[in-house]
């Protein structure tokens, strides 16, 4: 449903006689409480209090009568006042005498329960849960003691001994028991001394001055 005109002439009429949303809705027809309220916001018209709290506002709250008032304020002002009459004094409270301190009795001996103990494979006692094992003491300390290097690399440069500033030029077969390493002053720059480094890197020739490789056996491989 759209808002033409009329209808929203119709609106504000209803909504300035003090008309609720829900009145306003069944007046127009094909329209919703929330969409009548929502029309209402968007043309600004002037928002009205909620009537239930003006109901509650317009009704007096009844002051409440003290429990302690007494009759001469209640009573109109042509009777004759009377004095209230005295209250006799409570009698003096007698305090309870004090019981007598009670004896602590004897708690009544419990007979003593065989105790049962498991024994387990090998003739060792079990721990049962009401029992407690003393504490375990602490091993010693184990001093470790460096190994003694076979006489064969007693002198020798070993593995753990490499650093960058010895050569590492191995010598030998790792499974020989005097295998070692070189352990001369490497050559600043490379991992070994300067007569390995020799072995190790060889300038390559010239391309005229290399060698044609040899030829292969049996004439070479065959092309089928």
Not at 38 to 58: I, M
């Amino acid at each position: 449903m759209s808002w033409t005109d009329e209808r929203i002439d119709r609106l504000k009429e209803l909504w300035s006689k003090g008309m609720t949303a829900s009145q306003i809705a069944d007046e127009l027809g094909g329209v919703s409480r929330n969409a009548v309220i929502g029309k209402a916001h968007r043309l600004g018209l002037q928002s009205r209090p909620s009537p239930v709290k003006a109901n509650e506002a317009a009704q007096p709250k009844a002051k409440p009568v003290p429990a302690a008032a007494s009759a001469a304020e209640i009573a109109p002002a042509d009777a004759p006042r009377k004095d209230p009459a005295p209250k006799p004094a409570p009698p003096p409270q007698q305090q309870p005498a004090a019981p007598a301190a009670a004896q602590p009795q004897p708690a009544p001996a419990q007979p003593q329960q065989p105790r049962i103990v498991s024994v387990g494979p090998g003739g060792f006692l079990r721990q049962g849960p009401g029992d407690q094992q003393a504490p375990i003491p602490p091993a010693p300390p184990r001093r470790l003691v460096p190994a003694k290097p076979s006489p064969e690399v007693a002198d020798k440069t070993s593995l753990l001994d490499l650093n960058e500033k010895i050569c590492k030029w191995p010598l030998g077969h790792p499974g020989e028991p005097d295998f070692h390493f070189c352990g001369a002053p490497a050559n600043p720059g490379f991992p070994y001394c300067v007569e390995h480094c020799g072995v190790a890197y060889q300038a390559q020739l010239p391309r005229r001055d290399r060698r044609p490789p040899p030829p292969l056996p049996f004439g070479g491989p065959r092309i089928r």
